[in-house]
């Protein structure tokens, strides 16, 4: 019975089995919020997903209408599916999130210039498919370099912390 007393998570939190996640993201975007959204995807895409092949390096998510869509997410062909029965692998797919979320960050995308990114890829505990989405602002090129200076100071003084004892 020790297993079913679980902790609370943080929402957006990634749980579950990560199967993409975007590492180019926090390097090229400053992320200022996340938010966990559900997918729609076909049956063929789902087992494509079990097999772990996924890329959502190159994918944006863009708001159309009263909807959000991940735009340029490659999930490949299964390889067991008919002909007919396959998807499309860069097809366009609908996000599901509540229409005030859809709202919120509609509005925050146009007031202050900012994008919708997927960040991370995964099935949470219920094994249905999540995308965490981060609200972002992009870098400039001095923003990108100083936070490149950041970390090589924190390995360099993480490893001189460990060399003394």
């Known amino acids: 019975m020790a297993g079913k007393n679980r902790g609370k998570k943080a929402k957006g939190d990634a749980t579950g089995r990560l199967l993409a996640e975007n590492r180019k993201?926090?390097?090229?975007?400053?992320?200022?919020?996340?938010?966990?959204?559900?997918i729609a995807l076909t049956g063929s895409e789902v087992k494509s997903l079990r097999e772990g092949?996924?890329?959502?390096?190159?994918?944006?998510?863009?708001?159309?209408?009263?909807?959000?869509?991940?735009?340029?997410?490659y999930i490949p062909p299964y390889s067991h599916a008919g002909r007919y029965n396959n998807h499309e692998?860069?097809?366009?797919r609908k996000l599901l999130l509540h229409?005030?979320?859809?709202?919120?960050?509609a509005g925050l995308r146009q007031k202050e210039g900012m994008t919708l990114i997927p960040l991370r890829l995964y099935f949470n505990d219920r094994g249905m498919a999540?995308?965490?989405?981060?609200l972002a602002r992009g870098k400039k090129m001095h923003d990108k370099r100083e936070t490149e200076k950041k970390r090589d100071w924190?390995?360099?003084?993480?490893r001189l912390?460990?060399?003394r004892g």
């Open 154 to 158: 924190d390995r360099q003084k993480a």
């Open 130 to 134: 999540k995308l965490a989405l981060g």
């Open 99 to 105: 229409r005030r979320q859809i709202g919120k960050l």
């Open 53 to 73: 092949r996924a890329n959502i390096a190159e994918s944006y998510a863009s708001e159309e209408g009263n909807e959000i869509w991940l735009i340029n997410a």
């Open 89 to 92: 692998p860069r097809r366009k």
């Open 25 to 38: 993201a926090r390097y090229n975007y400053q992320i200022e919020e996340t938010v966990e959204a559900g």
């Open 161 to 163: 912390l460990r060399d």
